[in-house]
């Protein structure tokens, strides 16, 4: 986990009174940092919003932890959790989103949603496994190759069966291939980028994965550690498209 010391965590308790969505086809974008923050952030949240306008979406973009309420999430498809980093929701906040999903809500992950709320034992299962490191050379981020996994899924539907990209690769404490109701949805290829030992996942590397949780569905992308991804029309096609599927939309 990425962390600055001398942060604190941050927590917002009181409801907004605007945070309930005033259409039936709407997200929430959550991009709360108590930690390390991404410089993308900015970008993917317009990216989101401008995609998401084009389907005929309502977006809400906040790093308001208060949104995390029966009242608030009941009115969204899906929460996205955009680069959030540290721990960002108290134990309430959790459980409600917690029935959320269980109940029929939608979750997509991006990036370092995987790096963050380490005691939040349900995030850790609902996700699969958790980030344990990241390559860093060449500085700043490696060029490398995705293979898209066979099979049907809106999150990989019509993207290459390989392709390039920059980006922060992410190793994991395990691989979610195998588990029970998980799909492996995009691999990174190790063979394509200095993916050193103890780093490296050693062969099979999802970064990209979907699953059933309840009535509710969540994905998750390691993708989008740079703002261009936010600009990469095959990205954006995968990101939109596990969204759209978490969703329901």
């Known amino acids: 986990m990425r962390w600055l010391p001398w942060q604190k965590p941050v927590f917002e308790t009181a409801i907004p009174a605007n945070c309930v969505a005033g259409t039936s086809k709407a997200i929430l974008v959550f991009s709360k940092t108590n930690g390390y923050r991404h410089a993308s952030i900015e970008a993917g949240v317009k990216a989101i919003r401008e995609e998401a306008r084009k389907r005929g979406w309502e977006v809400i973009a906040t790093e308001n932890g208060a949104y995390f309420h029966e009242i608030c999430l009941k009115s969204y498809k899906a929460v996205v959790f955009l680069s959030p980093t540290g721990d960002f929701l108290t134990d309430d906040q959790q459980r409600a989103f917690e029935k959320y999903i269980e109940n029929g809500g939608g979750y997509a992950?991006?990036?370092?949603?995987?790096?963050?709320?380490?005691?939040?034992?349900?995030?850790?299962?609902?996700?699969?496994?958790?980030?344990?490191?990241?390559?860093?050379?060449?500085?700043?981020?490696?060029?490398?190759?995705?293979?898209?996994?066979?099979?049907?899924?809106?999150?990989?539907?019509?993207?290459?069966?390989?392709?390039?990209?920059?980006?922060?690769?992410?190793?994991?404490?395990?691989?979610?291939?195998?588990?029970?109701?998980?799909?492996?949805?995009?691999?990174?290829?190790?063979?394509?980028?200095?993916?050193?030992?103890?780093?490296?996942?050693?062969?099979?590397?999802?970064?990209?994965?979907?699953?059933?949780?309840?009535?509710?569905?969540?994905?998750?992308?390691?993708?989008?550690?740079?703002?261009?991804?936010?600009?990469?029309?095959?990205?954006?096609k995968h990101i939109m498209g596990g969204i759209a599927w978490a969703a329901g939309l």
């Open 109 to 236: 992950g991006i990036h370092s949603a995987s790096d963050c709320e380490y005691k939040w034992e349900w995030y850790g299962t609902l996700l699969g496994t958790r980030f344990r490191n990241h390559t860093f050379l060449p500085y700043p981020i490696p060029k490398a190759e995705i293979v898209t996994e066979p099979g049907a899924h809106p999150a990989i539907d019509g993207l290459p069966a390989r392709w390039s990209k920059h980006d922060e690769w992410y190793n994991f404490h395990e691989s979610v291939r195998g588990k029970p109701g998980f799909q492996v949805l995009l691999t990174v290829d190790e063979s394509t980028y200095p993916a050193f030992w103890p780093k490296a996942m050693r062969g099979d590397h999802p970064i990209a994965w979907s699953r059933p949780v309840g009535k509710g569905r969540m994905f998750y992308t390691a993708i989008g550690h740079n703002a261009t991804t936010y600009s990469d029309p095959t990205a954006m």
